[in-house]
């Protein structure tokens, strides 16, 4: 299991692009970044994953360089509803194991 | 689009009782997982389930857990004899595979509460 870190928190306001980088020096061949996103009370919620270079859904983009050794989360023009702890995840197989996370707070 | 559904949302247990936490995983899904969340701190890894039997579980997963698939749709943790530091958030997850390319996908949870 790669262990990760990514900072504790981060501030940003509405409309802005925000971006959470997230190292993961130790990353094994076959382990994919995997983010998830969570809301008070709630479970986590699976945003993005990948394994090399660039992925972009709906919700978010992911990048993840050459080296693989860190992995950056891109939310474009965040709102209010954003405000959520956000957590990245080396993992290969079964098990997730999750940090602190990063505790995003987007203000008015 | 399809999700992981957990009944009860909250569960109040005098400390002692046994208390069953029910999950309905996503349907095409084939492995199941159970984590939880202690007020204030990270989730946690309990146990996996695949093919009708424990795959792997975590040091917390003692004799006082267990977990069932009592048909084709539920997903069940069991804590036999609750203890006041039972109390968390129990997340129930499923996954289309076992490798990380299969995301789990979590439900919201139910908040056990140990009096």
């Known amino acids: 299991l790669a262990k990760t870190t990514q900072p504790i928190s981060m501030d940003s306001y509405e409309g802005q692009e925000v971006n959470i980088t997230c190292s993961h020096n130790n990353i094994a061949t076959n382990d994919y970044i995997t983010w998830y996103q969570q809301f008070p009370s709630q479970g986590p919620r699976f945003i993005i994953q990948?394994?090399?270079t660039k992925v972009t859904n709906e919700v978010a983009s992911l990048f993840i360089p050459a080296d693989r050794k860190s992995s950056t989360l891109s939310l474009p023009r965040v709102s209010l509803s954003d405000t959520a702890v956000y957590y990245c995840l080396g993992s290969g197989y079964s098990t997730l194991t999750f940090g602190k996370g990063t505790m995003l707070l987007v203000s008015p | 689009e399809p999700e992981v559904t957990q009944t009860p949302s909250h569960q109040v247990t005098q400390m002692g009782q046994e208390v069953i936490l029910r999950c309905v995983p996503i349907?095409?899904?084939?492995?199941f997982y159970w984590y939880r969340q202690i007020l204030g701190q990270k989730v946690e890894f309990l146990v996996s389930f695949y093919n009708n039997e424990i795959s792997e579980k975590s040091e917390i997963f003692d004799d006082q857990f267990s977990v069932e698939r009592p048909d084709g749709s539920n997903f069940t943790l069991k804590i036999r004899s609750t203890k006041l530091e039972d109390s968390a958030m129990y997340f129930c997850?499923?996954?289309?595979?076992?490798?990380?390319?299969?995301?789990?996908?979590f439900g919201d949870g139910t908040r056990l509460s140990i009096l």
């Open positions: 990948g394994y090399k």
């Open positions: 997850a499923s996954s289309l595979g076992q490798h990380s390319n299969q995301p789990q996908h």
């Open positions: 349907s095409n899904h084939l492995y």
